[in-house]
């Protein structure tokens, strides 16, 4: 029963515009939200995450927005840049459950020059 | 500062046979956790060890165990190897006293099972 489900497998944008990458949950209880870039041949890199207690979170680049009665999160990447390129996951955990990750299936973004 | 490492990086096993994957957590952390990711899916969560006891399982059969050590390191054990055991194994730490949401994964280690 997937849990987290990211419904693009990919995403193909120009360099520097806008990026947004999608998720959506099903699982009510889940009370933290992350994202995770991933390159070939190497492990998930943690990118940025959010509490359910709030609605948005920056870091530089990277913006993630959490609607919860829609229960959907997204990630944008403004301006996005050819390094960009990579699969992005999408997780989401809960307290309750000692905060082990459910993720998505993940979107490919190829950022073209 | 060390991040999370993982031996060996890549491994080859028959059916049938048993294999220990080995992880060392980011500086600082006490809490490991594993995943299994099959190809062009997400990982998906197996155990977590904390305090030397596995203290969250995920939905896998008893054939996966753990271990961690008193120095925070883990061990991943599969006994009786399936053709679809074959995936990439994910470590992953984080500290269970500060920021516990938040966990770094390793590189992983690819495991194909012939």
């Known amino acids: 029963d997937q849990q987290v489900k990211q419904n693009s497998p990919s995403l193909s944008v120009q360099e520097g515009r806008i990026s947004i990458l999608n998720c959506d949950y099903t699982n009510s209880m889940f009370d933290y939200f992350l994202w995770y870039k991933k390159y070939p041949a190497e492990g998930p890199t943690f990118l940025i995450s959010i509490s359910s207690i709030k609605d948005k979170n920056e870091d530089g680049r990277f913006t993630v927005f959490l609607n919860k009665s829609a229960k959907h999160l997204s990630l944008h990447i403004v301006p996005s840049q050819p390094g960009d390129s990579a699969v992005y996951f999408c997780a989401a955990s809960a307290r309750d459950s000692g905060y082990a990750l459910n993720f998505g299936k993940g979107t490919s973004l190829l950022v073209t020059p | ?114």
Not at chain 2, 68 to 97: H, I, K, R, T
């Open chain 2, 1 to 114: 500062d060390a991040g999370v490492t993982q031996s060996p990086t890549h491994l080859i096993k028959t059916r049938g046979q048993q294999v220990t994957l080995r992880c060392s957590p980011k500086s600082g952390h006490d809490t490991v956790s594993w995943y299994q990711q099959a190809l062009g899916q997400g990982p998906q969560f197996i155990f977590q060890y904390y305090e030397e006891e596995e203290r969250q399982r995920g939905n896998f059969p008893d054939r996966f165990s753990g271990h961690q050590f008193p120095n925070y390191s883990s061990e991943l054990n599969v006994n009786a190897l399936l053709l679809g055991d074959s995936a990439l194994y994910l470590c992953a730490s984080n500290s269970m006293g500060t920021a516990q949401e938040t966990q770094y994964f390793g590189p992983g280690t690819r495991l194909l099972v012939l």
